[in-house]
DNA sequence: TGCACGCATGTTGACGTTAACACGCAGGAG
DNA sequence: CTCCTGCGTGTTAACGTCAACATGCGTGCA
């Protein structure tokens, strides 16, 4: 049970909900309201004893200080916003908790905000809605169909985005899509296998056009066919339904599959389809999601470190909110690891 | 490229990065200030020649509210806080998702904290962090190890609660947690089951000890043994250790899991060790999450819709905001229907 | 013809905070 | 003894917006 306090708060034009102000805080400290503003951001030419008095005010009042008018003379919010497309899904939700840890670490509260659809308009009528002073920075995770130059950005406010395609553009980290996507082509390969499918993700995200590519590109250097890729949406339905098709080919003895997601799907139907895995297909997966490995088989996968992309993400940012200036050539490249398990063996 | 714009701004004390403010606009149309407010308010008392030439100005000056000088004269941030505790988990990603979605339709945006440990403490601090003016109203998803009575909550500041304990409390919003662990336990025993094991969820949970108390209750109501609970903590990786040891004891036919993560992980555990499901052992999991139908053999579990929870939250939570009350008896909860999949069947 | 009323628009001031500057006093150098 | 410097603290004004009140003009009714 706290005390009453009554917070006799005088409402002359616009009463609302008010708690204690900086002035009451100094009236009852017998300070000015300056000495306060003094205390409560750690100014060091405080004496001592003026400090603790406020201190007790503060701490009598409940005292808390005023984000929107703070905000309004500093012109800082203290927060970053964070655009987001399919928050549920694993790379998302992952991405994103690291970035609201790394915020809250360095004292920025985090705005979050999800498009409808990735597509330029919407994500730029959701940068519209972040804009001017709410917040101090934007995060774009995932811009899937827009490119650098459809996207409209708010002027002078700092961007970071998690797609390598804007490289060049905004400041940009992201996963070794290309790297990862070959060491799991290769890896198949050497297993022994003539060549691979692939199961892709949707043609218009930017992650989905690199795996595809490096997939093909592996193929290519290595002289083997390059069979028509599968289409999926990155849902394991989706790679359900293409590994039915998958599933009735005995040709078909290695898949990669764009996500791991997509990949569980294929498990399925081939589990249905009664071809065994790895023993008559190979499958590769894409993210290290944190089934993976308890899928049955256990899955081979390419890791995506999705925390350690938030906190990359959150540090580039803040470092141009600092120096008030706008990177353009800043990348950082996070490694992605091929894990293998046990759902890849040389064909039989 | 866009056009120069130079953006004449005099910054004669606080020089910060400011766009165009709404005296600005007023000039440019020739109009007070005022007239710009009430056009961007859409209030109704405007000429429509006038309401055209303020319209005309803030497009040519690029002209967006300040939503700190907005909220510090309102008193209101159009915002509400979340407090989550591992994003990166199903359920929550699924109904922050639901929330941010839902905020946006009603004009809102979301603060997103996420909390360290889920301990009252902990709690209590991320509270203080969005106290005071910088949310209109705060959703707690998943309180944990706090309780009513441990949370100190920022006073007059709205709350809703993704936990039914807090009924009587907050608001409260969640889904038949009970009906829906009966549900599967009394599906297993009308299988023929003798009894049903449970992989309990983490003890200081919540939704885990509705569970585990429905589980019981269940068992005891149709005269069966209760056996001693397997503890997990929710991942895959607690559900495959706890399954190793289930997977040996040959009276185990039937596996209650506290939620679909750890499921898998028994999956795991009961395939290796060559038990089959569901001739050997039925399992029936709860969440119903988006890769469950996929699992193999596809999993039996309890659905909770976590979109629903989400919108029902947010719906709670700006009843008490529009109404400037604080409502305590409110309470939805939403159903949690068993899906019958393929991972459970009669003992053999 | 007079007066009240409605309506579009303008003027004033305050929300809580902090940057910039002013002030007064003590101590040290010339 | 004077002047300068440094330090703790106070005063002033401004950030951008909107609520409340003021103004001025045209219309309709008695």
């Known amino acids: 049970m706290a005390s009453p306090a009554p917070t006799a708060t005088n409402s002359p034009t616009g009463g609302r909900r008010t708690g204690a102000s900086i002035g009451d805080v100094a009236r009852l400290a017998g300070v000015s309201s300056q000495t306060v503003s003094r205390v ?45 497309h399919r928050l549920a899904r694993t790379g998302e939700s992952s991405t994103v908790d690291a970035i609201v840890d790394a915020a809250r670490r360095e004292g920025y509260t985090v705005n979050l905000v999800d498009v409808a659809s990735p597509s330029p308009d919407d994500v730029t009528a959701a940068l519209q809605r972040l804009s001017n002073q709410s917040v101090d920075g934007l995060i774009i995770v995932r811009a899937e169909t827009a490119t650098p130059t459809s996207l409209s950005l708010p002027a002078r406010t700092p961007v970071v985005v998690a797609d390598s395609r804007f490289v060049g553009h905004h400041p940009a980290v992201g996963a070794d899509q290309v790297a990862g996507a070959a060491a799991a082509v290769q890896h198949l390969l050497d297993l022994g296998h003539r060549t691979v499918h692939l199961l892709a993700g949707p043609p218009e995200s930017g992650p989905a056009q690199l795996r595809a590519q490096a997939w093909r590109t592996t193929l290519a250097q290595a002289g083997r066919v390059v069979p028509e890729p599968v289409q999926g949406d990155w849902s394991a339905e989706s790679g359900y339904a293409a590994g039915r098709a998958l599933a009735a080919d005995d040709d078909v003895t290695a898949v990669f599959s764009a996500n791991d997601e997509m990949a569980t799907g294929l498990l399925h139907a081939l589990h249905e389809a009664g071809r065994r895995v790895p023993q008559d297909v190979s ?57 293998v398990r046990a759902s890849t063996a040389p064909p039989t």
Do not use: C, K
Request: aromatic share 6%.
């Open 40 to 84: 409560s951001n750690g100014a060091t030419n405080v004496l001592p004893e003026t400090r603790r008095r406020v201190l007790d005010a503060m701490e009598r009042l409940g005292y808390a200080p005023n984000h929107a008018a703070r905000a309004l003379r500093t012109g800082s919010f203290a927060a970053i916003g964070v655009v987001v």
């Open 283 to 339: 499958v590769v997966g894409f993210d290290d999601i944190p089934l993976a490995s308890h899928l049955w088989p256990p899955l081979t996968t390419v890791r995506q470190d999705f925390t350690r992309v938030g906190e990359e993400l959150v540090r580039l940012l803040l470092e141009q909110i600092r120096s008030r200036a706008t990177f353009v050539d800043r990348t950082v490249v996070v490694p992605a690891p091929l894990i």
